[in-house]
């Protein structure tokens, strides 16, 4: 009976957040949903804008690391070994992603809707 | 018997690297999400039965959420006199610098599930033999299965000379007494990493709360002093209670190497007796006669022992190690009274070997409501609590070593080959400060 209930993840999350944690989940979902929709009107992926868009990432994976940093009161140089190193590759990781997919979708949905 | 594994109940999964991964993305949390073996899901038992919970701390909350959970139709009664709930993993956090008196400081109310009567009077006196309770109102109740979850006292009256109101004056530290406490051990501990001197630390001879805890406050001193450029004009002494620094043996030679590597001094066998505030020194009790030891900042870690009306009534122990300081004579697999079936004990009043901890009555209360069902049902249950316990023993600012273990003293990661269980280590640090007290609010209302 010891295997992972999600349930009870959603438990923790909802205590962690508040209402931050819909926010926060339907922002994610949005800005899955405007990616997926643009790919499909634009039939494929604009290389220019995903390049910019990855910049961006870059930035977001900081600024993921900075406020995991400010809500630790600690940060990276307290690594103490290899899966410290993983989990700051994956806090940094998901701050490049969500901020690429947010910032390819509103400038393509900007683009588009421009055109009009 | 091969059955030791099966049995054991741990506050984290058994994660395959694959499942690993797959809470990255939840930045470790999923480390403490593992769900209690206690079937939830299960169809609600109906049932008629009165059942009185003593003490609405974290074990009596959670016990009142999961009989909710189980039982309809039951009418459960829950005695408390306090209006306030305290976080207590958070006090070292306020001793720490790291979080306001108010992180820790919520209402009973809040966590109050729906249909559960709260009597806000103490319960004072137990009657196991007539099945009912008096509380301190003078009103007596009358139970069909009891519940104590009193929590224990803290006896700093035992040590001559100390009162909680020195707390915060003469170098007299003590993170325990209360939140306000906690805050100005902080200010004193401060004002001593600034100056340096000499620190003492140490813990109780009794059964206590966390025994990490006084280990945590040495080390995170240890760190302000260093911070600040203060760790030459500073001695750090920890004067232990016996010749080890931690129950668990492989935990305590591993203290043992920090405190070497940090330089802290340690005093065994050593029991805190008295205090004089104006000499600023602590008397000990020694194999070798009384001692003394002058301090420039202390952290008092009280004696520890069953509340009073848990040590007068016949719920205690006769005998053995539990009896003098009167802790609950319960099965330890079980948590229900040897003596008195319709009676069971949790949180910090067990008279069990280990771990007075949230993470202990997280796995503690399942254990002990699955029982109390059954009972109710005219059936036994198979529910085993193992003594599991866990500790993020913070050995710096921005570092902690996850310790988990059982009756046994076996250690029982919970990610093995993945969160070693005796690295100093930054993700420990993430779920303590992230993680546990969401986790605690969660197991209050009966979700995790």
Avoid at chain 1, 40 to 66: D, P
Avoid at chain 2, 8 to 35: I, M
Avoid at chain 2, 150 to 167: H, P, R, W
Avoid at chain 2, 357 to 381: C, F, N, R, Y
Wanted: charged fraction near 20%; proline fraction near 5%; aromatic fraction near 10%.
């Amino acid at each position: 009976m010891k295997e992972l209930d999600p349930m009870v993840f959603l438990a923790v999350f909802q205590e962690m957040l508040g209402p931050m944690l819909w926010v926060l989940i339907l922002l994610a979902l949005a800005g899955i949903a405007a990616f997926a929709v643009l790919l499909l009107r634009e039939k494929g992926l604009s290389s220019q804008r995903l390049v910019r868009a990855e910049i961006a990432g870059l930035f977001g994976g900081v600024a993921a690391l900075v406020l995991a940093a400010r809500f630790t009161v600690s940060g990276f140089s307290d690594a103490g070994g290899p899966v410290d190193w993983l989990l700051i590759g994956l806090i940094w990781g998901v701050g490049l992603a969500g901020t690429t997919i947010l910032v390819y979708s509103v400038a393509g949905w900007t683009a588009l809707l421009r055109k009009r | 018997m091969n059955g030791d594994n099966r049995e054991r109940h741990q506050a984290f999964p058994q994660l395959s690297r694959r499942g690993f991964f797959a809470l990255g993305a939840a930045a470790g949390l999923g480390a403490l999400v593992a769900s209690p073996a206690a079937a939830t899901q299960s169809a609600r038992v109906k049932s008629s039965a009165r059942i009185v919970i003593a003490g609405a701390g974290a074990a009596g909350l959670a016990a009142a959420s999961r009989l909710m959970q189980r039982l309809d139709g039951a009418k459960v009664i829950l005695l408390d006199r306090r209006q306030e709930h305290f976080y207590q993993p958070g006090f070292t956090l306020i001793g720490a610098g790291l979080k306001p008196q108010s992180y820790v400081v919520s209402g009973t109310a809040d966590y109050l599930p729906q249909g559960v009567e709260w009597i806000q009077e103490r319960a004072a006196e137990f009657d196991p033999e007539g099945k009912r309770v008096v509380t301190d109102a003078g009103r007596a109740i009358p139970y069909d299965y009891l519940i104590v979850a009193t929590g224990l006292s803290l006896d700093y009256a035992s040590i001559e000379g100390m009162d909680t109101k020195l707390i915060g004056s003469n170098g007299i530290g003590s993170i325990y007494a209360s939140p306000e406490a906690a805050s100005a051990t902080w200010k004193l501990m401060s004002e001593f990493a600034d100056k340096g001197g000499v620190g003492l630390f140490g813990r109780p001879a009794t059964e206590m709360k966390c025994a990490g805890a006084p280990l945590k406050y040495t080390f995170i001193t240890d760190d302000y002093l260093r911070r600040r450029g203060n760790r030459g004009k500073a001695e750090l002494t920890y004067t232990a209670h016996n010749k080890a620094l931690f129950s668990v043996p492989i935990v305590s030679e591993k203290v043992r190497m920090l405190f070497q590597d940090r330089q802290v001094k340690v005093r065994h066998d050593h029991v805190m007796t008295g205090i004089d505030p104006g000499r600023k020194v602590a008397t000990y009790r020694t194999p070798n006669g009384s001692a003394e030891i002058p301090f420039d900042f202390i952290n008092v870690v009280p004696p520890m022992r069953a509340p009073d009306p848990v040590r007068n009534s016949p719920l205690r122990w006769q005998e053995g190690i539990f009896a003098a300081d009167g802790w609950m004579e319960v099965d330890k697999a079980s948590l229900r009274h040897k003596r008195f079936d319709t009676v069971f004990g949790v949180g910090d009043v067990a008279g069990v070997p280990k771990g007075k901890t949230a993470a202990s009555v997280k796995w503690q209360v399942p254990v002990m409501v699955d029982h109390l069902v059954a009972a109710i049902e005219g059936k036994t249950s198979d529910s085993v609590y193992n003594g599991y316990t866990s500790c993020p023993l913070i050995t710096r600012l921005g570092q902690a070593m996850l310790v988990e273990f059982d009756y046994q003293d076996n250690l029982v990661p919970s990610f093995p080959g993945i969160v070693a269980p005796l690295e100093e280590l930054w993700i420990t640090w993430v779920m303590k400060t992230m993680a546990l007290k969401p986790t605690y609010l969660a197991m209050l209302r009966g979700r995790s």
